[in-house]
């Protein structure tokens, strides 16, 4: 059965910084794709950041290019998503989702496994 755990999220101020965690188990850590997302109330769910673990590629949404990182550590099962000087505007629910086996990378909603989410709120 493939999970998808989101941790790390929470209250922080404006320029603050979180790290949100996604562990996964289930499928092959060796073959996927992982995209994080996030939804605020009232708005569609957006992409934010994705990566291919085959060849490393990875895609970051342009109003997080300066700020946001994702990383992974297969030894972990574990992809990380790290938020730096954040804003208001970044406040949502961040959810991972993954494909697995897969080659390259996506950042669309075409993802057949999601995490449940974990609530981000940044205060002005």
């Known amino acids: 059965e493939v999970q998808l755990v989101e941790s790390g999220g929470g209250l922080v101020q404006a320029g603050g910084s979180l790290r949100l965690s996604c562990k996964v188990s289930?499928?092959?850590?060796?073959?996927?794709?992982i995209g994080w997302f996030r939804q605020a109330p009232g708005k569609e769910r957006e992409a934010v950041s994705c990566?291919?673990?085959?060849?490393?590629?990875?895609y970051t949404e342009n109003f997080g290019k300066a700020r946001f990182t994702i990383s992974n550590d297969n030894a972990k099962n574990t992809v990380y998503l790290h938020l730096n000087n954040l804003e208001p505007e970044d406040t949502a629910v961040y959810y991972c989702?993954?494909?697995?086996?897969?080659?390259?990378?996506?950042?669309?909603?075409?993802?057949?496994?999601w995490g449940q989410g974990t609530q981000v709120t940044v205060s002005s």
């Open positions: 989702a993954a494909n697995s086996p897969w080659h390259g990378v996506i950042c669309s909603s075409a993802y057949t496994y």
């Open positions: 289930g499928f092959s850590l060796h073959n996927y794709a």
């Open positions: 990566l291919s673990s085959s060849d490393g590629d990875t």
